[in-house]
């Protein structure tokens, strides 16, 4: 978990970089970024900051110096010289000479890793290098499965199929929960979503977007970490209160819609909050478009939730 907030920060940060100069602080460089090309630090040189490459190799040759994080998106990465903080690379190979020193973590997505002897990585490896570290969460062909080792292809569908069962299991526990501790809140913010779709849809992506960013700037800065960390919580339980509450809504619906009986609301929403979560999921193994629809479900269930005042006010 720590290295996956470390990877959010760090593609935040690549962000940022190519954002431009406006991001710096305290005077200090925010670093170089370099599009389309390769880029190569000769022997004796030191680059300050980070450095982001979009689209080709870089190279880090002996007795040269990184006073940062190296990132590269697709493509290879050489390295023979020092790299002060972390190495990553997405869709590209890295490749670590025995003069390599990586005072960081050195984390490889989608690509291999080769370390000759003598190379120092001084935090921790995190390497993606085959398909198989995708399987255990993506077990169909075009999500990237070898469909050529059946074993893994069914002990990959058995760890699905128990996470699936066990997140629609908790999600519908707290659906329940929800409508029995805070029903009005949770109805303000499904009719909200249900009234102003176009209206929550843009807040929903508008919070999504800012918060998320503001916060990993705020981490970032270290002093203000806490800050930061209080965002992306406040973040993620007002994404839940929505997905819930919006559940709660289809539950009541489906309930309508099958029987006359008068069913209790804990079991109404946890049907709903099942339901959401099961279709979520099943939605996002749509190749390309699963995760926009799902993308879509939480952004219209956030922005209720912040048209509402976290379902303290009905909208107007």
Known sequence: MKALYRVLALVVLSLMIAAGPVLATDGQPPGQVVFGSDFTLRSGESLAG???????????????????????????????????????AFGGNVYLA????????????????????????????????????????????????????????????????????????????????????????AARVGRSAVKVPLASFGMGLLTLLAATVIGIVLILTLCLSPIGVAVLLALVVAVFFGRLSLGILLGERVVAALTARTVAP?????????????????????????????????CVGLGAVVLTRFGTADVA
């Open 50 to 88: 980070d450095l982001v490459v979009f689209g080709g190799n870089v190279t880090i040759e002996q007795n040269s110096r990184v006073e940062g994080n190296v990132i590269a998106w697709g493509g290879d990465v050489e390295i023979a010289g020092e790299v002060e903080e972390d190495v990553v």
């Open 266 to 298: 804990f079991w109404v929403a946890a049907l709903g909050g099942g339901l959401i979560t099961l279709l979520l999921r099943l939605l996002d193994l749509v190749p390309c478009l699963g995760w926009a629809l799902g993308l879509l479900v939480t």
């Open 98 to 185: 025995e003069t390599a020193r990586v005072n960081g973590d050195l984390m490889v997505f989608g690509g291999e890793s080769q370390l000759e002897e003598g190379a120092v990585v001084r935090g921790q490896q995190v390497l993606n290098t085959t398909g198989w570290a995708w399987s255990q969460w993506h077990i169909w062909p075009w999500r990237g499965f070898p469909v050529g080792r059946p074993g893994e292809f069914l002990t990959a569908l058995f760890w699905q199929g128990l996470r699936v069962t066990l997140e629609t299991l908790l999600m519908a526990a707290l659906a329940g929960i929800l409508v029995v501790l805070w029903p009005q809140g």
